[in-house]
């Protein structure tokens, strides 16, 4: 399927590795103008030449914190007028809430609820005079079923995405709509940071934690970077343009709810 955005410009923010990677890499397949970002030098311009290799009509790179002004106003400089945003950044660390104090907190707000929402005020105006936006915001399953201990996650990420649930109605009619994917458990770096930390509080060994979990999930497996990236390629086409607003869960089955 011709998903018909060849020539169109994004900006994928943390796209250096995992999950971020994985939608830029399939935006470039596409044909995609992609600017990819991400906060080590080494390891965005690996991930950018695959994005080469892979298709796209041009590659910039950004190498900054996404999640500072600065950093920013940097990649939105270099990735010009756009007509994709891929909303992404690492996610906080694991815990329990006693621990949190108030800088935590910011923290976690600022990186997975302002940063999103700064990019897409500065962005989305553009999108709609010329009749064309897709904004996907990477978020978590844990919107929809928390994960107790990922609480600063949980917080922040909720409150993107109810944000976002007034703006996506009032843009929609502009062209431009803004989706939310959801993922459960990717094989990435995240996952396994968080599958150590589980194991470390329980006294057992990370590999036999990692390989229970992968058993745990009704595919038998944990997903992969390619089939998250497919997913937003096509939310970003030109035939995903009544489909707006909404939260997609990919997590192999895991969630066990209807809605």
Known sequence: MDLGIAGKRALVCASSKGLGKGCALALAREGVHVTMNG???????????????AGASEVRTVCCDITSEEGRAEALEVAGD???????????PPGDFRDWGHEEWLSALNANMLTPIDLIKATIDGMGERGYGRIINITSSSVKSPIPTLGLSNGARAGL????????????????TINGILPGPFDTDRLRSGIRYAAEQSGVNFEEEFEKRKKTNPAGRYGSPEE?????????????????GQNIVIDGGGYPGTL
Do not use: W
């Open 39 to 53: 906060r080590t030098a080494e390891t965005l311009e690996a991930a950018a030449e695959e994005a080469r290799a």
């Open 82 to 92: 756009l007509d994709i945003l891929v909303n992404n950044a690492g996610g906080p």
């Open 161 to 176: 995405t109810g944000f976002v649930a007034g703006v996506a109605r009032q843009m929609a009619a502009k062209g431009v």
């Open 228 to 244: 998250f990236g497919a997913l937003c390629a096509f939310l970003c086409s030109a035939h995903a343009g009544y489909i707006n």
